[in-house]
């Protein structure tokens, strides 16, 4: 049997505290949280070796960014999304967190397609983060208010996830992740599934709740058209072994809105610089029979 690449101890995550990063925007960044990963990497172990689903990530987002992520898939994006949710650990490498007091910041994660209980309505598939820190129940209802009447949910509050389409069930995950009013909302290929108006429409909603909340967010899809609508930063991985290979300013103000990104000329060649460097990761990914195994 061949031998075993050695691996670095895990090193724990306490969220240590690092200086305040020059915020994005004045007012809003006061709500947002900030993420310094220097040299990250994760690596797995699999049955004839291990895997390196990232390596020597570095990521910088500040207070109120709107980062988004972009790759092909298996570079270890949602591996990336996981370690900063606190969900899983780096194997190498340093992730400072900080929220906008200075202590740990707040987190809350939307996936793709499976973030609510289909066995609770939909209220209380939004108060239930806030339910289990034991907010008390006349609080957990003005959120839930405010929060469905802000994702255009106001008259489902007593249906079922099964009762609604693929789109209201993500604005019901949306709602649910902004009801414990987190620092930073992670937000993994959450309108992956959707058909391409309803994708549209939560876009621009997400940016308007963005721009009147101040979250940093870390996004990650599959389209570079998403990823100029709503990014302050798009930062492109590449594969085998996931790393990052640009980050890339996009420079819209805000707001900003779905039909002036697209028309603006800019676009096109902000697309073009994001594909030029997917192209030809996009091509080895699917050219692999599978992951890198280091053995
Ligand atoms: N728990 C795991 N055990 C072994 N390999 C894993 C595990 N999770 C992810 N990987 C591997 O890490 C790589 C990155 O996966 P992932 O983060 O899901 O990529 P992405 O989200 O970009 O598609 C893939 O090669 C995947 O097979
Ligand atoms: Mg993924």
Sequence with gaps: MAALAP???QTPLPARPVAPAAPVATPRALAGGQIVATGLGRRFEVADGWVDAIRDVDLAVAPGEFCVLVGPSGCGKTTLLR?????????????DLAGPAGGPPRNAMVFQGRSV????????NVEYGLKLRGVGRRERRAVSDRLLETVGLAGFARTYPHQLSGGMRQRVAIARALAVDPDILLMD???????????YLLQDELLRIWESTGKTVVFITHSID???????????????PGTVKATIPVPFSRPRGLAQVRSDPASARIFEQVWGLLRDEVRDARAARGPVVLR
């Excluded at 370690?83 to 992730?95: C, E, F, H, V």
Aim: glycine share 8%; hydrophobic share 45%.
């Design 83 to 95: 370690i900063l949710a606190g969900l899983d650990r780096p194997t190498s490498g340093t992730l």
């Design 117 to 124: 209980f289909p066995w609770l309505t939909v209220r209380a």
């Design 189 to 199: 290929e959450p309108f992956g599934a959707l058909d391409e108006q309803t994708r």
């Design 7 to 9: 691996v670095r101890p």
């Design 226 to 240: 998403e990823a100029i609508t709503l990014a302050d930063t798009i930062v492109v991985m590449g594969a085998r």
